[in-house]
Every structure is written in structure tokens, then in C-alpha cells.
């Protein structure tokens, strides 16, 4: 699933990712809004959208790009990497990702 391209406030990236719960075929998913800073997101909010991505256990690919993620984000990540046992490549472009963010992220 490629989105890239389009604005993603809060009522669409809740929207598309309560939607993605359904998905749990899905192996890849590519969200860019870093090109053109089309993300009107927070940290919290992303938070809060991405734990419905542990549905998706054999996702291979994941890119959240431009979505403005920290450390909340990077916490909820590192919640559902457990679960996506078949991830071999991840993006997270454009995002604030600091030495903090990694760390969680790699726990």
C-alpha cells in the first residue's frame, strides 16, 4: 500500500490507519509526506495510530516518512516490532528521530 503525495491530518491518518487493522495480509506499506511537507501530524497523534499495525504480522516493509514521529512514535514501534516478525526493511525519513528515538527503537 503506497500513499504518498496527499495531506494527512489527524482524521485521515486515523481514518487509514483504523483501516489498516483489516490489512493483516499486507507486506508493505509506504506513507510519504515529506516532499512536500504534507503532514499536519504530532508525535502523540501518530502514537496512537500505529499500534494497528501489529495486525499486519507479515509486513516486510514499513516507510512512515515526513510524519512527524519522535519518541512516543518510536515507543509504539518498538511495541508492534514483536509482532511483524517478517520486517526486513524499515523507513523513517523526515521524522525527528534523535539518539532517544533509536534507542527505544531498538529495545
Request: hydrophobic fraction near 45%; aromatic fraction near 4%.
Amino acid at each position: 500500500l503506497v500513499v504518498r503525495g496527499c495531506y494527512l491530518g489527524v482524521p485521515e491518518a486515523t481514518f487509514l490507519f483504523n483501516n489498516l487493522r483489516d490489512m493483516i495480509s499486507l507486506e508493505e506499506l509506504y506513507v510519504n509526506c515529506e516532499e512536500e511537507d504534507l503532514a499536519n501530524l504530532n508525535d502523540g497523534v501518530m502514537a496512537g495510530c500505529i499500534p494497528s499495525l501489529a495486525a499486519s504480522k507479515g509486513m516486510q516493509k514499513l516507510k512512515l516518512n515526513g510524519l512527524n514521529l519522535s519518541i512516543n512514535s518510536c515507543a509504539a514501534l518498538s511495541g508492534v516490532f514483536p509482532r511483524m516478525s517478517d520486517l526486513l526493511e524499515l523507513s523513517l525519513a523526515g521524522n525527528s528521530i534523535d539518539d532517544d528515538c533509536a534507542r527505544v527503537l531498538t529495545q
